[in-house]
C-alpha cells in the first residue's frame, strides 16, 4: 500500500538559514512524488512535482527537492528561508493512474525573524 | 474561472443537519476530486469523478457522504445528518491530465456543533 511519511511534526528556523523537510514514501512501482504548501486557511499550492528523469527539481519560490530511489525519500530544501515561508508543508505521493494522492501529516515551517 | 472555487468557505452546521458542499473546477477540467482534511493531518481522499461518472468512492467514509456531478462540470458533496466527526476541511481539485495537472481549492471548512 502507497503511504507517505513527514517525520518532523514542526521546525523551527531563523530566517535566511537553510531549510530541509524530509519525506518518506512506500510505494511498489515508480512514483510521481509531490511537495504542496498551505498557508492558514488556503488551499493546497503546488511547489514542485517529480515524475522522471534528472532527481534534482527545482519549483516555486525557491525551493528544490532531491529523489533519492535508494533511501525512498523525496526532501525539500531551501538555501534561504523568508518569513514569508511560514506555512503547512505537504508532501505527497500519486499512484501511476493518477486517481488519488497519499499525502503526509505534514510538517509545520515557523521562521523566526 | 481560472482556478478551482468552493463554497462556501466556512459552514458551521448544528449535529443532524444535512450540508451541501460546492465545487466548481477549472473549465474544461474532465477530472474532478474530494478529498477530507481533518485538523492537523494531511488531506485524505474521498471520490473522484471523471466528468460526469463517479469511478471512485472508496474513501467516502459512510453511507451518509454522497457526492454528484450531473453535467460533468460542478461537483456537490452531501453530507446527510452531520455527526462532530465530519468536522474538517473539505478540498476540491480539478485535473485535465492526470497526476500533472492537478489544481486544487482553496478548501470549505465545516464546522458541527
Known amino acids: 500500500a502507497q503511504s507517505v511519511t513527514q517525520p518532523d511534526i514542526h521546525i523551527t528556523v531563523s530566517e535566511g538559514a537553510s531549510l530541509e523537510l524530509r519525506c518518506n514514501y512506500s510505494?511498489?512501482?515508480?512514483?510521481?512524488l509531490f511537495w504542496y504548501v498551505q498557508s492558514p486557511g488556503q488551499g493546497l499550492q503546488l511547489l514542485l512535482k517529480y515524475f522522471s528523469g534528472d532527481t534534482l527539481v527545482q519549483g516555486i519560490k525557491g525551493f528544490e527537492a532531491e529523489f533519492k530511489r535508494s533511501q525512498s525519500s523525496f526532501n525539500l530544501r531551501k538555501p534561504s528561508v523568508h518569513w514569508s515561508d511560514a506555512a503547512e508543508y505537504f508532501c505527497?505521493?500519486?499512484?501511476?493512474?493518477?486517481?488519488?494522492?497519499?499525502f503526509g501529516t505534514g510538517t509545520s515551517l515557523t521562521v523566526i525573524p | 474561472g481560472a482556478g478551482v472555487s468552493q463554497s462556501p468557505r466556512y459552514k458551521v452546521a448544528k449535529r443532524g443537519q444535512d450540508v451541501a458542499l460546492r465545487c466548481d473546477p477549472i473549465?474544461?477540467?474532465?477530472?474532478l476530486f474530494w478529498y477530507q482534511q481533518a485538523l492537523g493531518q494531511g488531506p485524505e481522499f474521498l471520490t473522484y469523478?471523471?466528468?460526469?461518472?463517479?469511478?471512485?468512492k472508496s474513501g467516502l467514509p459512510s453511507d451518509r457522504f454522497f457526492a454528484e456531478r450531473p453535467e460533468g462540470s460542478v461537483s456537490t458533496l452531501k453530507i446527510q445528518r452531520t455527526q462532530q466527526e465530519d468536522s474538517a476541511v473539505y478540498l476540491c481539485?480539478?485535473?485535465?491530465?492526470?497526476?500533472?495537472?492537478?489544481?486544487f481549492g482553496s478548501g470549505t471548512r465545516l464546522t458541527v456543533v
Open positions: 469523478f471523471q466528468n460526469e461518472a463517479q469511478l471512485d
Open positions: 505527497a505521493v500519486v499512484t501511476n493512474t493518477g486517481n488519488q494522492f497519499y
Open positions: 473549465s474544461g477540467h474532465v477530472s
Open positions: 481539485a480539478s485535473s485535465s491530465r492526470q497526476p500533472y495537472g492537478y489544481t
Open positions: 510505494y511498489g512501482a515508480t512514483p510521481y
